[in-house]
């Protein structure tokens, strides 16, 4: 099996996608810094292993591990081993961390923040609309990374004078060119700050998720300050960047789609449509780290070896033509149906898909409604990937925002 090296500064993602799925259901891979696991690239065999109890999140499982071959200084440690909760653990611990954010993340409940997500897109909407006109705006910068940031941070109830450093301290968490001798110093770093609302939290509890969590334990549901903690980091951590790379990926895919943004300004396509094909057709994790095997599984005419590193190439699957058929690398806003797994499958789906649905549901009508007339600042090729393995993440999205609706050219 020819190993496929994974791009840490992620130049061509769609053709390292295109490699990987060629390469078969179970691709062989290295990941930066030279750690080598294996990974699934097709849908069908994507769901049965994200399903499969004989694939775990114990790192201790991991032979690499076992060996000592990963260095604490790794720059994706943080991912591969971020501490103890609900994404780390399987079975009935799994269940007892997840529940309690599960329960916060319902449909139903994430529909009452409704209001709020509303008035933050017209907030930042009418930020956009005081910014000079006729010059370019980084459309990520200014309204895809503070909309999720501020929606999260209220749930959670961090402070937003915290934001800068969370920016700071999650851009070198995620990229592959943090420099390795500053790695455990972020971590620490990272540790400190949330340690410092936890403590916040329970000296000053409130209406939030990260106060519900506190008073859980204290109640009976035994969650140690450490799980607390790395549950506050994997939902804040999660809970912005996907929806930050939505919203993102959404105005470039209807850019570099006029006639579907026609139809989707016309009404005669609906934004549910436009999120779910970006969602299946340009997602925003392109790879997932990472669960290990406890025995030999068999996946396709592959065997995934016990013991191995296994990471789920969402890029890849998005575009499986055993799934989506003989377009599947077409962008298609009317595809139906459009079963793809962008935010996982099984015990570990993302609780907070709802969230991000919604947000993007909200954020990206207001955003064209208020800009009709919104386009790239440059060719779609000019736009350009961090180095973010994990996270199909630009560095900046420059956009024209044309006249606001309503007013005189």
């Not at 292993?49 to 999140?57: A, E, G, H, N």
């Not at 004078?161 to 943090?178: G, N, V």
Request: charged share 25%; aromatic share 6%.
């Amino acid at each position: 099996m020819t190993r496929i090296a994974l791009d840490p500064f992620v130049r061509d993602l769609d053709g390292e996608s295109a490699a990987l799925r060629a390469a078969g259901p179970l691709a062989e891979v290295e990941l930066p810094g030279g750690v080598h696991v294996y990974a699934v690239t097709r849908h069908a065999e994507a769901r049965a292993l994200l399903t499969d109890s004989r694939v775990v999140k114990d790192i201790n499982v991991w032979n690499a591990w076992q060996r000592g071959e990963i260095p604490m200084d790794w720059p994706l440690i943080g991912l591969a081993n971020p501490g103890r909760s609900m994404l780390t653990v399987d079975g009935a611990d799994h269940r007892r961390l997840r529940t309690l954010v599960a329960q916060a993340l319902t449909v139903k409940r994430v529909e009452r923040l409704r209001e709020g997500i509303e008035a933050l897109t017209n907030a930042s909407l009418e930020k956009l609309a005081a910014l000079p006109a006729g010059e370019p705006v980084d459309l990520k910068a200014e309204f895809a990374y503070p909309l999720p940031m501020n929606v999260i941070s209220e749930l959670m109830g961090v402070d937003a004078a915290d934001h800068p450093r969370l920016k700071e301290l999650f851009e070198k968490f995620f990229s592959t060119q943090t420099p390795p001798e500053e790695v455990p110093q972020m971590m620490a770093d990272l540790g400190t700050l949330f340690t410092k609302i936890v403590d916040s939290k329970r000296a000053n509890p409130g209406d939030d998720l990260t106060s519900a969590l506190i008073a859980a334990s204290e109640d009976g549901d035994h969650l140690s300050d450490e799980e607390i903690v790395n549950t506050l980091q994997l939902i804040i951590a999660a809970g912005h960047e996907t929806t930050i790379s939505l919203i993102v990926n959404v105005v470039e895919a209807l850019a570099t789609h006029p006639e579907q943004r026609k139809k989707v300004l016309n009404g005669e396509i609906g934004w549910d449509g436009v999120i779910e094909e970006t969602l299946r057709w340009n997602t925003p994790t392109s790879h997932v780290l990472i669960r290990f095997a406890t025995e030999d599984i068999e996946v396709g005419d592959r065997v995934l070896p016990k013991g191995e590193g296994l990471i789920v190439s969402f890029g890849a699957l998005g575009r499986d033509e055993e799934q989506y058929g003989p377009t599947a690398g077409e962008f298609d806003a009317t595809r139906t149906p459009n079963r793809h797994i962008a935010f996982g499958h099984g015990p570990h789906v993302c609780p907070g898909a709802a969230l991000s649905r919604l947000e993007a549901g909200i954020a990206l009508p207001a955003l064209y409604e208020r800009f009709p007339e919104l386009d790239l600042a440059v060719p779609a090729s000019e736009l350009r990937n961090k180095p973010i393995v994990t996270q199909n993440d630009l560095h900046e999205l420059p956009v024209e925002l044309g006249c606001p609706f309503g007013h005189d050219s």
